[in-house]
């Protein structure tokens, strides 16, 4: 079975979910520059939302890449991901919109660290049905960086009721520690070459 | 006529309903965890019609791979299989947001019915064009798995208004049933090879 | 140029546009079966639209198989046929909540009118592109259909506000007329080979 | 790494982004004809970004036709033209619902400015890894229509708290422009064959 209908359909949800999110920037009824300030927590929220599924697209892309066979588990495995992705235009929205209060701070943590999970599993399965001589096995090596999101993760859920400045700088960095695309991937395969 | 486009096509309605439906989650006002509890059922609902639409795009995704030359009765089938889909955004919005009420939940059952026999209407329609050899009538066979499911549903709806924690029950073992991707396809075309 | 992005682009467009028609069908809030009885309209105008669209994307998908070459003017004929189709969603809403009164039933079929003015238009560019021996022009013949299918819109316009139930049966035949995917296309490209 | 899945990806968001604009076009309630004049404002405002976008889409068609190694850089310079054309549905809905207003207009402008320096950024970014010989930097030369389009929008921001019928004259005149598609990268492309 081919992988590009795998990548056509997460290249569609992934396209609707990265739009969509913007629908929460509700237009404002006022024609002052005003009106636009209360808008600033949704807009970075959404920013912030809008790189995280820039990253995933990114990863997304570059682990099918290393990707031959596509079984029965690797198609649930990529649904299971994409439900978590849906999820953030949602958390998105009400994080933005209570300005980044403790319990939807913290939810917005909690969907990161599933997808994190969702993705997690997926190389898991993508590795395994590829054997001992996998390329993504070699390309992904420790992993180093997905440990340290999903370490990370753990410590901003409960910060966030504490100092939700501390959740969104973790967030923040997080997303600066995977906006490099994965060159593990694409080292690994020139060495294949 | 090539399939390519079919896919294509089918693939952008699939994901758009796909990611849709989470539209009807709606950001609730409060900040408070609590806020999120009224939203329980619409979530739940929501996870189990992504299931189904995920099932469905994984078998129409195998059903297509077994198919070479796309006739103008196959668009039209197809496009039957995609309007029933396209509904159900709707009815799953309506049954949680009820809380499983009888009614909606006999509705969502109505629409999957209907989904259902439009698949296995195109089914039909692709195997009479592969003529007696087809390929995709070696690998449905007698199809167990859809004519138990249109049983189940024909239980399922009239149920609703007596318990919908049955007809609840019923569609979750229906999507058990189907969350293993039809393995009689690929087993099929190995066999061919 | 290719044409695989146009492609491409254009079922990404139409897709979400089949789509988000059901987004019309607001969720209504009591639990009774009574409770859809007003959304009836909606449904109804939803059904036709989904099967203009269906029709749209069918002869599309034909008209582009029978073009080779891509030029800047095919490509502003496309984006101006996925304008006017882009404007259906907002006619089928304001027709099926007003239960087909007589101005918005007018302007769906003005709608309707211009989205086949610029279907026309594109194919009268691509068969300029094509030369005198253009496969599309053989295809095409006398374009019978097309100029019936403009007649009756004109008709059927003006009539909305004398008798809607007229201007609604002929949106209904021309669906019919054209429901039959395009064969002279496949015909021709047949004789061609 | 392939440029299939970026164009694929690119055409999906552009097409949904072409496509929510219209859910601005809220349904009105009454069925006079009249209960469409406050909505047009945001119809005509809907026309221009739809031609807006439509430039982007062919722009983008052509550049990426003229590059044949996809980067990591080129991949996130992607994202962020990709990001300032998602904030065009609201600021055309801000626009279109405050009547062409100064404050609004500005802020259209301004989202168009950034979209012109993000794709203007892209650019360089692929030109820059085809090193000396590249086809991109022949076919854009010295990018008049660039320069003068980043100089004319410069004009219409400020001058939107003066006279919005100069910023919105300013913002169509630019669309024309550039509405003939880029000729350049055509002829570049058939020298270099």
Known sequence: MGKTR?????????????TIMVLELK???????????????????????FVYIGIYWNNHHHMLHAT?????????????LLFWLSLVPFVTGWMGENHFAAAPTALYGFVLLMAALAYWTMQRIIIASQ????????????????????L?????IPAAFWSQALSGGIYVLVALI???????IERAMRAAE
């Open 6 to 18: 795998l990548e056509a359909f997460s290249d569609g949800v992934i396209a609707i979910i990265i």
């Open 27 to 49: 237009v404002p009824h006022g024609e002052n520059p005003a009106a636009l300030l209360p808008l600033l927590p949704v807009f970075l929220s959404y920013v912030l939302s």
């Open 68 to 80: 031959h066979k596509v079984t029965g588990a690797i198609l649930w495995a990529n649904l299971h």
């Open 131 to 150: 054997g001992p001589e996998s390329l993504l096995k070699k390309a992904v090596g420790g992993d180093r960086k997905g440990k340290t999101s999903l």
């Open 152 to 156: 990370l993760y753990l410590v901003a």
């Open 178 to 184: 995977w906006l490099v695309p994965d060159k593990r």
